[in-house]
């Protein structure tokens, strides 16, 4: 999404001032990244022409549900913009579901309803007549994977990928580059291990390329600790949204007690975000997780009883029966508009939520600062909101590298922007890019040295299982090197076991995390013996190089902040409390010349 | 992929489920000419292979580690809804119909006629804006 308004919104700028606009996409711009299935609810929409909310009400609610971890400059910023992309979708072709008097039907107070089956199509459409409107200097290649940025003397200046499609390497060098590769998944081993590995919540093919790009870069980083770990129906991960905001429903125990009234009390620990409403998604979890240990599962989505109450408004029996009807389709369409798997899930098991409830559970914790996750690069923000210079320092959602811009999941401290505001933060982003081009119009170089350095480094696997391939009989099983798919169930293993996974329940502590670092080093080490047999293989390769470094960052920052603020994103049993020391951003940085992190602490300004 | 049903889309130069694949995971074997996922323990079990065979040769079967078999989902997606079958385990039937456009496909106005307020990069109106807000933008 935020790829496509970035697109959208600089080929409008480049036209005017005779420049250039390169998209490029690891998959098929119509079908990629995490709306690729469609949705079933835009989750950011204020209603400001109406006057139903506020830019500053949006910036409180996100800051509580991020337990006053945001930067309110970055979230006023796209919160003050995202009804535009809306509107602009709607005009596109989105249908929005509309009452008798042709306003948006809201989910919830910030979340509208739609007939999202074809939303990524749609965007993407508008994104390609975007660029098309700019002749030949508009262009987007697909199945390109994007792993290093390029840069030179500090500035960034392209970036290097290649075809996993064809023998073809790629060079694309810019005066300036917008990060949107998305969040990462497949960190954390998932629940499901055997071939529902791909059922993640968030796509399996978002891998961490984001961070990767950002940390080589050697960009400030943001909330590396902030994973989110969303609780949804049990197995498919079906989106319980419209559940418990549209059709009000509760969530329960074995014994049908509602454990957010039953453990109220808890909630006054986390104060003030504990006593607020809404309740902030981690402290929801956190009640549930508690409910689990105690040994009260399985936990239920009291679906049949929410139905059967919305349709006993309508006491006639025809209308009761047409109310019943309507329900059950809205039901369905949620998950066939954005969750197949869990109306399969459904069908398999003969379930018909008017009639039975169903499980819910946590998924395993995930990298995406577009929802309640925030990890991300620490971006400038704009000059009018931006209350101090710590919070701008040049261009709307630059990076710390000159020239290197990011959006979407790629951003950080910017939670809650789904995808409308992150379609929104790359149109914010792609503005600003330009007028860095216009402001340092000197050509972008990457230079041979550095281009034949990077080409022998990103096709290395392949070189290695050619040099050794024929050492065994068996090209999988091999001493001289390993290939990406145990790969990645050795760092999944690492995750999972020290640095709180699901089956750790969530919690972790110093001693397991420096025992994690110290198998992430031999990981660091061993990932110079990744191995490709072929183009898919070679992206599976750096697929797996990105999540070691989005797993590398986020322990480092698990140690860095000696608190507990997520209890529901993550315990640490050694700190168990949340302390008013670290009421600020955790940041971090890689520097690329000498290979150091830095840890420090950011001070988090109000917006006046 | 149903076999019977799937002729590796033998008139284009890739296969309609390659080209769509979020995951890279469809390939063609140049063998019988068939199509086939080549991981399917990373597939997001997103549809949008089905939902683009030309042949409606692609079925999901559900994955296989959790789901009791069975069941059947199946779309079929015309250019201004989709229709959606699904078949429970005790062969149970529902038939779902939604919209997925509001204007034909390739008709799209990137500007939707809203004009930009100024041509100022530096100011903090996005293309659009204000028209597509339909309010005064937020500034301090």
Known sequence: MAACGAAYEAAYWAKKHNMKVTLVDKAAMERSGAVAMGLSAINMYLGLKDGKNTVEDYVQYVKNDLMGIARDD???????HVDSSVHLFEKWGLPIWKDEKGNYINEGRWQIMIHGESYKNIVAEAAKRALNELGENGEYFERIFITEPIINNGRCTGAAGFSVREQKFYIFTAKAVIDTMGGAVHIFRPRSVGEGLGRSWYPPFNSGASTYFTLKAGAEMTCQEVRFVPVRFKDAYGPVGAWFLLFKSKATNALGEEYMVTR?????????????KPIPANLRNYLMFKEIEEGNGPIYMQTAEAIK?????????????????????????????????????????????????????????????SHSGASGAWVSGPEDLAPSPDYHWGYD?????????????????????????????????????????????????????????????????????????????????????????????????????????????????????????????????????????????????????????????????????????????????????????????????????????????????ELT | MISDKCDGCKSLDKTACQYVCPNDLMVLDKQTNKAFNRAVDMCWECYSCVKICPNQAIEIRGYADYMPLGAAVQPLRSTDSILWSVRFRNNNIKRFKFPIRTIPEGTLSPDAGFATHDDDLKSPFLRTEPGSLGTDLYTK
Not at chain 1, 74 to 80: F, K, Y
Not at chain 1, 340 to 365: D, G, H, K, R
Not at chain 1, 528 to 535: F, Q, R
Request: net charge negative; hydrophobic share 35%.
């Open chain 1, 309 to 369: 109450e919305l349709a006993a408004a309508f006491p006639d029996k025809e209308q009761y029966k047409r109310k019943m009807k309507e329900l059950e389709s809205e039901a369905w369409e949620d998950f066939l508009d954005m969750t197949i798997s869990q109306a399969f899930l459904w069908a398999s098991t003969n379930v018909s939520p008017e009639e039975q409830p169903s499980e819910l559970a946590a998924c395993e914790p995930y990298f995406i600062s």
């Open chain 1, 74 to 80: 970055l979230v006023a910023n796209i919160a003050r």
């Open chain 1, 397 to 605: 959602n630059m990076t710390t590298i000159n020239g290197l811009f990011a959006a979407g999941d790629a951003s950080g401290a910017s939670s809650h922007k789904f995808s409308s505001g992150s379609f929104t933060e790359g149109r914010i982003a792609g503005k600003a890019a330009i007028a860095f081009c216009m402001d340092h119009n000197a050509p972008a170089e990457a230079g041979n040295e550095l281009v034949q350095q990077l080409k022998e480094k990103i096709l290395k696997p392949i070189r290695l299982f050619n040099d050794f391939k024929d050492y065994t009989n068996d090209p999988d099983v091999n001493p001289h090197y390993i290939k990406p798919k145990m790969f990645m169930f050795r760092l999944q293993k690492i995750m999972d076991e020290y640095a709180g996974g699901a089956s750790s329940g969530f919690r972790t502590s110093k001693p397991l995390l420096e025992k994690g670092m110290e198998l992430i080093q031999y990981m660091k080490e061993d990932a110079e013996k990744l191995a490709a047999g072929d183009l898919h293989e070679l992206m599976r390769c750096w697929e797996n190089i990105h999540r070691l470094w989005q797993a590398e960052s986020h322990i480092r920052t698990l140690l860095f902040r000696e608190e507990t603020r997520w209890p529901g994103y993550y315990f640490r049993t050694d700190y168990p409390e949340m302390k008013e020391e670290w009421k600020c951003f955790a940041n971090c940085k890689y520097n690329p010349e000498t290979g150091e992190w830095e840890l420090m602490k950011k001070e988090i300004v």
């Open chain 1, 264 to 276: 109220a009390d808890e909630l006054k620990k986390w104060a003030p975000y504990g006593t607020t």
